[in-house]
């Protein structure tokens, strides 16, 4: 069947939406690290809104850090791509064309970095997932003798790691007389802003100190925080999409009606108007980042870990078990009162949608995709509800058993003795404490907290945490998931 490309366009049916404007015509003034499925279904529709609007210095060069698939992918296609919008009331198709350009960065660095510094570009954006930031999420602090930095440090013309390719762009902006562009995350981290802020000046520090004031001093690192569920594409997905088009997508993305975008407003360089393609900019995102991270993502890894050890694929069938329903509403009410609410915000109606989201069943959303890199997201989505409560004095009985089901699931097999494909950055090292531990609480729940990169040393040593994670992990083990999330819910 034919591609879809630009000549293609004309031919698509009615129904489906796609660029009024010539997409060869538009600049690149965005590039993204991470070009992903959550980046083409979330901030490049922002931007596709924006170049609707004549905004047309904003087009995106997408860049992957490792992989060549969706450059392999949409490269054919003239860079566009399908979105394919799914609820309980049917589907909706869109073709984007903001995504003009792709690299590879190992295939070609230099050419990265030279896309980077180019003075047109006047934000750079990522969604590297947690882990691509080579730091702890304990401390949030760069990790100085991960094997990128290392690398880097030792080659930095040449980088692999995401802080090597933003900071040697910046030194040469520098070097050229260029002001340095905005560095625009839109990971799940902490913070996210500042986090990215602190790791970049002291991996600029450690190549040059007069740099690392530089970055420390002239570089704008906005938080934001971002929601869509965007679930893995399938075959059958390609399928529904070359239905919808009458041409072929290699590569579309599925995803839900809601979407929200809130960013600090802090671009020295400019940005585009993204208010009016319905982002939030705000002078203050992080009551909006933790309402987030704790409500959405910490009942998202919940649901994910045991849902997983129960037997379910998808978040909307562990969802239509009323147990595990009635444990994440029971999660959602037990972090609230860490929360500080963003004026105007109905909290209440917001756990509803959440709850409404999660049992989306035309969103397949995998447990097992949600559960990778556990060791990177426990910190913010539930350690830091955690420790809010017991300074509060509070219980932590939903917490608890969320990170529980975390120590379940990365013992390795399921609740049948099949083995679970663990995905994340310390699996090794896990994998190793579970072989000396065994498939015993009062063993495994010690041995995973001494993970400081998790846990840091404050939880460990608390009695009013350790013991009811240890308990959890204990009855998730003699009774399995299914009995204990109704024995936590009575």
């Known amino acids: 069947m034919t591609r879809l490309s630009l000549a293609r366009l004309p031919d698509l049916p009615a129904a489906v939406r796609r ?22 279904a979330h901030q490049a529709l ?28 949409l490269a054919p296609q003239d860079g566009l791509y399908t979105v394919l919008v799914r ?19 190992p295939e070609d660095p230099e050419a990265l970095v030279r896309a980077m510094v180019d003075p047109a570009v006047r934000i750079v954006s990522l969604t590297v997932t947690e882990k691509g930031y080579c730091h702890d999420p304990a401390t949030r602090n760069l990790v100085e003798d991960h094997p990128d ?3 880097d440090l030792e080659s930095p013309q040449a980088p692999v790691s995401a802080p090597g390719f933003l900071v040697e762009a910046l030194a040469r902006r520098r070097a050229a007389g260029v002001p340095p562009f905005t560095v625009l995350t839109c990971d799940n981290l902490p913070a996210n802003g500042d986090t990215v802020h602190r790791v970049l000046t002291r991996y600029a520090a450690l190549r040059d100190p007069d740099l690392g004031a530089f970055v420390a001093g002239e570089v704008a690192c906005p938080s934001t925080m971002v929601d869509r569920i965007v679930p893995a594409t399938t075959d059958a997905d390609r399928a529904a999409v070359r239905a919808a088009l009458g041409v072929e997508d290699a590569w579309p993305v599925v995803t839900e009606p809601f979407t929200q975008w809130v960013i600090e407003d802090r671009f020295p360089s400019g940005r585009p108007r993204l208010e009016e393609a319905g982002a939030q900019l705000v002078s203050d995102v992080a009551p909006f980042e933790l309402m987030k991270l704790r409500l ?16 379910h694929e998808t978040v909307a069938e562990v969802m239509a078990d009323d ?60 350690l830091g509800t955690a420790r809010d409560l017991l300074a509060r004095g509070a219980p932590i009985p939903h917490v608890a058993l969320g990170i529980a089901g975390w120590m379940r699931y990365v013992a390795g097999t399921d609740e049948r003795g099949r083995p679970i494909d663990v995905r994340d950055p310390l699996s090794e090292r896990l994998r190793r404490l579970v072989g000396e531990a065994g498939l015993s609480a009062e063993r495994l729940a010690p041995a995973l907290l001494g993970v400081r990169e998790i846990f840091a040393d404050d939880l460990p040593r608390d009695p009013r945490f350790a013991a ?23």
């Open 46 to 73: 922002y931007v596709e809104d924006r170049l609707e609007a004549g905004e047309r210095d904003w087009a995106i060069l997408g860049a992957s850090l490792r992989a060549p698939d969706t450059r392999d992918a």
């Open 149 to 151: 930095i290392r690398r």
């Open 468 to 490: 009811p994670v240890t308990a959890a992990l204990g009855s998730l083990i003699a009774r399995g998931a299914a009995a204990t999330v109704r024995a936590a819910i009575q």
């Open 87 to 105: 609820s309980g009331e049917g589907e909706r198709a869109q073709v984007v064309g903001a995504l003009r350009t792709l690299l590879v960065a």
């Open 296 to 311: 959405l993502n910490g009942a998202h890894s919940t649901l994910a870990y045991l849902g997983y050890l129960a037997g």
């Open 323 to 382: 147990a595990f329903a009635r444990l994440v509403a029971g999660l959602m009410d037990e972090a609230t009162p860490t929360l500080a609410v963003p004026p105007g915000t109905d909290l209440a109606g917001y756990k509803r949608s959440l709850l409404a989201r999660f049992r989306n069943p035309s969103l397949r959303h995998r447990t097992w995709q949600i559960a990778m890199d556990g060791s990177q997201k426990l910190p913010q989505r539930l």
């Open 19 to 40: 660029p009024s404007y010539d997409p060869a015509a538009t600049r690149i003034g965005i590039v993204h690290l991470g070009v992903g499925a959550f980046h083409r």
